[in-house]
Nanobody
């Protein structure tokens, strides 16, 4: 079992930055692929970024290219999402997700564990 707890969300003006953190329980965190998703009201939960246990990252380039950076610290069981140049369209609940293995899926159905989410609101 893996438990995930997100933090770092909040209200920020357009152009600002936030750093989301996902703390994971479990001694085998280092063998898991991790992903960040987001869900805006009335929309589906979409893939934002993912990272495998070796630190190789994958991004949904259409939405966050050049603005978001995902990283992980296996010693601290933590995954971070640094979000810069935020836009009102980035407003959503952001979720951390995990699945065992090296592959980083981009669809929500392929993840086994989820956090409770953290709200990010970007004002114009």
């Amino acid at each position: 079992q893996v438990q995930l707890v997100e933090s770092g969300g909040g209200l920020v003006q357009a152009g600002g930055s936030l750093r989301l953190s996902c703390a994971a329980s479990g001694r085998i965190f280092s063998s898991y692929a991790m992903g960040w998703f987001r869900q805006a009201p009335g929309k589906e939960r979409d893939f934002v970024a993912g990272i495998n246990w070796r630190g190789k990252s994958t991004y949904n380039l259409d939405s966050v290219k050049g603005r978001f950076t995902i990283s992980r610290d296996n010693a601290k069981n933590t995954v971070l999402l640094q979000m810069n140049s935020l836009e009102p369209e980035d407003t959503a609940v952001y979720y951390c997700a995990a699945r065992p293995g090296i592959v980083v899926p981009t669809h929500r159905d392929n993840y086994d564990y989820w956090g409770q989410g953290t709200q990010v609101t970007v004002s114009s």
